[in-house]
């Protein structure tokens, strides 16, 4: 019965995260969803992507407001025959993803600070669990009852199970950050920041009805003929529900490097570990997993990122990213062992088809650096292709509108196991789908 408490916290934790990494979101600005390539960007969403390249911004004020809503749906498939389904969905959701900048250029100077999702942000909705949740009472199918409990011999096999389950579950990760960036020359550009983040997950579920059916049914523990229910053991049939809050924060820093060489731009940029520690806040647990007070360790695993873009005409620009996570840093509880360092490289291409109006198209490839023992129904990753497109709309000298829309491609994956009860061997085969539409306004005050 462990696992089927344990699924109610883990699941929710691996889902939420969109964007490149594990644990973080890469996917902060409307510009990001046109193009899926910012890291050397010399717009206000620098703040976040390459925070010295803002020193390149003309003198004065500027502000940046961008939305995304995200669907990501999940798909585990079991072939495992006992289960009352062989396919399990779960549908993920972030109608609001707001990303907000501000920045402020004085000569050599700039200052900028954001409010963004650094990680999680949305919401994950089972609604017929996950195969791990019948796994636990199908591995009884054409099992004895009395091997379970002398006293049912009379029942027969079990021939059957039945569970009714509900998760709701949300994810936020809250962050502040601030930078000061400064030119050195008409070269070179050093920055020097720092990020708060405030993580909040929340669980609600309950698992109830749950009860194995037998070949007979009758026999002296029998109260409801063929069921063996909570009536027979409270503590495995019983309903259990949860009701559980998680929250922490933490702080890292972050240094960047842009280099100016005309039509050349190269950005370098070092975020460092944010080591986070959630504590337990629970109102209701009947799983025993959900002590009130206790303690997880999640950090957010460092990242090397860097970024060029050329010009190649006046009016065609390309751009290319590069994205290494230190995942096997991080302390994750012991769960950083299944996994290596992640990493993406990209390409955009943008084309200016008048002076107000520019067109992009951009694509990522993105590989988790999680191995086969990481790879489970509560929390698997997948290696992906993601594309983007977009425009960007001067609406005057002031304004700018970006529009864009993603969509990615993730790459099947697997996993053979056992049952230990029976010997019996099973696959989860894994799959997910994601889009992104994004809108974003950026304007300069003065």
């Known amino acids: 019965m462990k696992k089927l408490s344990v699924v109610l916290m883990v699941v929710l934790i691996s889902v939420i995260a969109f964007g490149a990494g594990l644990v973080d979101n890469g996917n902060q600005s409307a510009a990001y969803i046109r193009t899926m390539n910012r890291n050397a960007s010399t717009d206000i969403d620098a703040v976040y992507f390459n925070p010295a390249g803002l020193t390149k911004l003309e003198d004065g004020l500027y502000v940046s407001l961008s939305n995304q809503s995200i669907f990501q749906e999940k798909e585990i498939v079991n072939d495992y025959a006992a289960l009352n389904e062989d396919t399990y969905v779960g549908e993920v959701q972030a109608m609001f993803f707001p990303d ?57 096999n079990i021939t059957g199970y039945e569970c009714d389950m509900t998760f709701e579950g949300s994810s936020i990760y809250l962050a502040g950050q601030f930078n000061v960036s400064y030119a050195i020359n008409d070269m070179i550009s050093l920055s020097a920041g720092g990020r708060y983040i405030s993580a909040m997950n929340t669980y609600n579920g309950s698992l109830k009805n749950i009860a194995l059916i037998t070949q007979y049914g009758g026999g002296a523990l029998g109260t409801d003929p063929g069921r063996l229910d909570a009536s027979i053991d409270p503590n495995t049939f019983g309903d259990k529900v949860v009701e559980a809050e998680q ?8 240094f960047g490097v842009h280099l100016d060489l005309d039509k050349l731009q190269i950005a370098l940029k070092y975020a460092m570990q944010a080591e986070l520690e959630l504590e337990n806040d629970t109102e209701v647990d009947g799983t025993g997993m959900f002590t009130d007070g206790a303690k997880t360790n999640a950090d957010m695993p460092a990242i090397l990122a860097t970024g060029i ?22 302390n994750w509880d012991g769960a950083e062992d299944n996994v290596d360092n992640g990493m993406n490289v990209g390409l955009a291409v943008e084309y200016k088809l008048s002076e107000k109006l520019l067109a992009s198209v951009g694509y990522i490839y993105d590989t988790k650096g999680v191995k086969e023992a990481y790879q489970n129904d509560m929390g698997f990753a997948l290696d992906n292709h993601s594309v983007g497109a977009g425009i960007n709309f001067k609406l005057n000298e002031k304004m700018n509108i970006d529009l864009g829309v993603s969509n990615t491609f993730y790459i099947e994956d697997s996993k053979a196991s056992t049952i230990a009860l029976t010997g019996a061997s099973y696959t989860d085969t894994y799959n997910k789908t994601a889009l992104d539409v994004a809108v974003g306004v950026s304007y300069k005050l003065f």
């Not at 919401?123 to 091997?147: D, E, I, M, R």
């Open 100 to 156: 907000f900048y501000i920045a402020y250029k004085t000569g050599n100077l700039a200052l900028s600070a954001a409010v963004l999702p650094i990680g999680g942000g949305g919401s994950a909705n089972y609604k017929t669990g996950l195969p791990s949740f019948g796994l636990n009472f199908a591995q009884y199918v054409g099992v004895p009852a009395g091997a379970i409990n002398p006293a049912l011999a009379a029942m027969g």
């Open 247 to 254: 929250a922490g924060t933490a702080i890292n820093g972050i």
């Open 309 to 330: 873009s050329y010009e190649l005409t006046p009016e065609l620009k390309v751009e290319t990213n590069f994205n290494y996570y230190l995942n096997t840093n991080a």
